[in-house]
């Protein structure tokens, strides 16, 4: 029986110091394999951009107020409408001429209609084109004449907010693109129009507002919106790009990594100029040709092994010094 048992365990020895054996092995072996993936450079369009957020809100906005007190009797235009100047927006009837009305109205149908055609309504009129934003009254409200009956604006824009660190990238003509929160489907391109001249603290930091112009008004769009916006301050086409991952620091030098020999690990590194970049590529501006193969490192997950430390996940003692 004991002479069994020392079997046993002798088998059990054996086949963990070949399973030890073939593993270590396999972990030398795979050291060895190829660890990067070769790619070669691409020629395509790549920008600078400036990001940033802003809101739609009306180059000029303009209330309507009307010239007399008293009660409203028609609303002629809803909200959206684009109007020209000297559009009627809305008839009131002063408050001499309301009570008036009310008082012939009781006098019968004749007499109103007599006096209706005599004291004649007052109009409120568009001073300018534009578009009906707003409608505050409706009909039979009285109203005096510091309330608001409509706003109107001439054009909707987005006032973009750019802090002093990005600032002194922009410039006026520069194109833009504007999406809205509300609507991440629908890009619409743009311009920038105006710089304002003064800041405003924002967190701590000096904003300045950026007029961008859209080239067209989609439906949608609504006063106070919340946007975003991304200018663009340089762009090129056709350029030499790789990877954002591809291109390394090293020694204070911009390197890519390269085949230097027949062997997986015979690689060097070669140094690069580079241009602009984006979030996925960056621009070579030398160094490298259309047809150079770049080595980009493989970042699939490996636990780690003797050389490569101790496993992340488990608990570090902790040491001193």
Do not use: C
């Not at 059990?12 to 030398?28: H, S, W």
């Amino acid at each position: 029986m004991v002479s069994r048992n020392k079997l046993v365990w002798g088998v059990v020895v054996l086949v963990a110091v070949i399973g030890g054996g073939v593993l270590f092995f396999l972990n030398q072996n795979s050291s060895t394999r190829k660890r990067f993936e070769e790619i070669r450079p691409s020629r395509g369009n790549i920008s600078s951009t400036v990001s940033t957020t802003g809101a739609v809100e009306p180059q000029t906005r303009v209330k309507i107020q009307s010239s007399v007190g008293g009660r409203v009797e028609e609303i002629l235009v809803e909200e959206g409408r684009l109007v020209k100047k000297g559009t009627v927006l809305a008839m009131l009837s002063s408050t001499e001429r309301a009570a008036l009305l009310d008082a012939a109205k009781l006098q019968g149908t004749s007499e109103q209609a007599y006096w209706n055609n005599v004291y004649k309504k007052t109009a409120v009129i568009a001073p300018m084109d534009g578009q009906v934003i707003v409608r505050s009254v409706d009909p039979g409200q009285t109203v005096t004449t510091s309330d608001s009956l409509f706003v109107l604006s001439d054009l909707l824009l987005i006032k973009a907010y750019v802090d002093e660190t990005d600032i002194g990238r922009v410039k006026v003509g520069q194109r833009a693109v504007i999406g809205l929160d509300a609507y991440p489907e629908i890009r619409v391109n743009g311009v920038v129009g105006h710089i304002y001249y003064e800041s405003h603290l924002q967190n701590n930091v000096n904003i300045y507002n950026v007029d961008v112009v859209p080239d067209r008004i989609p439906e949608v769009f609504r006063s106070g919106m919340s946007a975003n916006v991304k200018v663009i301050v340089q762009e090129k086409n056709n350029a030499l790009l790789l990877p954002v991952a591809a291109v390394q620091s090293r020694n204070g030098k911009t390197v890519v990594l390269q085949r230097s020999g027949s062997k997986p690990e015979d690689v060097r590194y070669t140094a690069v100029q580079t241009g602009m970049q984006d979030e996925s590529h960056i621009e070579i501006l030398d160094g490298l040709s259309d047809n150079s193969v770049v080595l980009l490192p493989d970042t699939s997950f490996a636990l780690p092994g003797k050389s490569g430390g101790s496993n992340p996940f488990m608990p570090q003692r902790s040491r001193t010094r």
